[in-house]
């Protein structure tokens, strides 16, 4: 058994391993292989599996007839140490039957006759050491790729974890935001109610006094009635489907209209109402009214020293609008694009900052739409435009 022919190693070549019992013929394939890459070579299967498995060669090139081991036997423990090995076959003339089930098995990729034509054992050798390359290649972009996929997953899953951090930080946050509001808000109807009763105990007081003090409680506590109802509201509307029926649009206005006339008439606010007649639509009349209680409410405080809230109904090409108009204050262009937002504000001693909120939930619901406009002459208009669909 001769030993192992090795060539100086050239880095940038493919590792190179052949194997066959005929040292003559073994060394006359080392020497057309020059320049195609670095070579091995041993002469028993046994002197080849230790070289399999101390070099890892990118092709192993054995003769079939080798003592021990036979060649295809080789390869193909070659292929289940590491499926990309190139596997090329040396074959006698007897040897074809066996060499054609073994390509057909898959346990190799090429065969040449014995004895091998220089040019077509480089061609050869050349084809499948491309071969593997791509497929090492392949294999080396598809385990960065699932390393990747992985790294990826792990970062989403931080993402998460810290998005929901956020979110309940943030959620805290605004329940925090709300208690404090809500504490607030009552604290300021409590305490008159607190004073207005102490005022009671006196006993010189007229019926007009007496009565002027009741009003005054009854005043303070529907207007802790209606933050009540506002955060009830939120509640309501952030779940559960609306309930929508067919209701006459002009009776639900009416209606919310005749709620808000005693408070309107007391701060000095005169209410209108221009309604389209016989205008039904599909709506949920409860939460409608909320809404258009709220704007109402919004309206009037923003005309504490009085005016006119104007409320009307029409329909046109597109559905139905319904306005609300007041003469107040009127919104700022800054806080317009927030007006709808949670616990906003302006000018107002009063209120959770909820009402527009909503409004604006209970609005959408429905599959409408709801604007502020600035009109002439001042003040604000809130729109409603109520789609075809839920016109009956």
């Given at each position: 058994m001769g030993r192992p022919i090795r060539r100086e190693p050239m880095a940038d070549l493919p590792q190179i391993l052949v194997v066959d019992a005929e040292?003559?013929?073994?060394?006359?394939?080392?020497?057309?292989?020059?320049?195609?890459?670095?070579?091995e070579a041993a002469t028993s299967s046994e002197e080849a599996w230790a070289l399999i498995q101390a070099s890892d060669p990118d092709v192993v090139i054995a003769d079939q007839a080798?003592?021990?081991i036979p060649g295809i036997e080789l390869l193909h423990r070659a292929a289940e140490r590491d499926a990309h090995v190139g596997r090329i076959?040396?074959?006698?003339?007897?040897?074809?039957?066996?060499?054609?089930?073994?390509?057909?098995?898959?346990?190799?990729e090429a065969?040449?006759?014995?004895?091998?034509?220089?040019?077509?054992?480089?061609?050869?050798?050349?084809?499948?050491?491309?071969?593997?390359?791509?497929?090492?290649?392949?294999?080396?972009l598809f385990a960065n790729l699932v390393n990747k996929n992985q790294e990826l997953r792990e970062a989403m899953a931080s993402l998460r974890t810290a998005q929901?951090?956020?979110?309940?930080?943030?959620r805290l946050g605004a329940i925090g935001r709300m208690i404090a509001t809500i504490v607030h808000d009552f604290r300021g109807p409590?305490?008159?109610?607190?004073?207005?009763?102490?005022?009671?105990?006196?006993?010189?007081?007229?019926?007009?006094e007496l009565a002027g003090l009741a009003a005054e409680i009854r005043d303070e506590t529907a207007r802790m009635s209606r933050m009540c109802s506002e955060l009830l509201e939120v509640t309501r509307a952030s779940g559960g489907p609306i309930q929508q029926r067919e209701t006459d649009l002009a009776e639900l206005v009416e209606d919310v209209m005749a709620r808000f006339a005693d408070e309107a008439g007391r701060a000095g606010v005169v209410v209108e109402t221009r309604l389209a007649p016989d205008c039904r639509v599909l709506l949920d009349a409860d939460r409608f009214?909320?809404?258009?209680?709220?704007?109402?409410?919004?309206?009037?405080?923003?005309?504490?020293?009085?005016?006119?809230?104007?409320?009307?109904?029409e329909r046109h090409e597109d559905g139905v609008r319904v306005g609300v108009r007041d003469t107040?204050?009127?919104?700022?262009?800054?806080?317009?694009?927030?007006?709808?937002?949670?616990?906003?504000?302006?000018?107002?001693?009063?209120?959770?900052?909820?009402?527009?909120?909503?409004?604006?939930?209970?609005?959408?619901?429905?599959?409408?739409?709801?604007?502020?406009?600035?009109?002439?002459?001042?003040?604000?208009?809130?729109?409603?435009?109520?789609?075809?669909?839920?016109?009956?």
């Open positions: 040292e003559e013929h073994l060394q006359a394939v080392v020497r057309s292989l020059e320049g195609v890459g670095r070579v080798l003592p021990g076959l040396l074959t006698s003339f007897g040897d074809t039957q066996e060499t054609v089930d073994a390509i057909d098995r898959h346990r190799v065969y040449l006759a014995k004895p091998c034509l220089p040019f077509q054992l480089r061609l050869t050798v050349e084809s499948v050491l491309e071969r593997t390359r791509l497929e090492r290649d392949n294999a080396r929901k951090r956020v979110v309940d930080s943030e409590l305490a008159v109610v607190a004073s207005t009763a102490g005022e009671l105990d006196r006993a010189d007081l007229s019926r007009e009214r909320r809404a258009l209680l709220n704007l109402a409410y919004n309206a009037l405080e923003a005309m504490p020293e009085g005016g006119e809230l104007r409320v009307t109904a107040g204050t009127g919104i700022p262009a800054e806080i317009a694009t927030r007006a709808f937002d949670p616990f906003v504000t302006h000018g107002k001693s009063r209120g959770t900052g909820l009402g527009l909120a909503v409004v604006k939930k209970v609005v959408e619901d429905h599959g409408a739409r709801i604007r502020i406009t600035k009109p002439e002459g001042g003040g604000t208009a809130f729109e409603i435009d109520l789609p075809r669909f839920l016109v009956c």
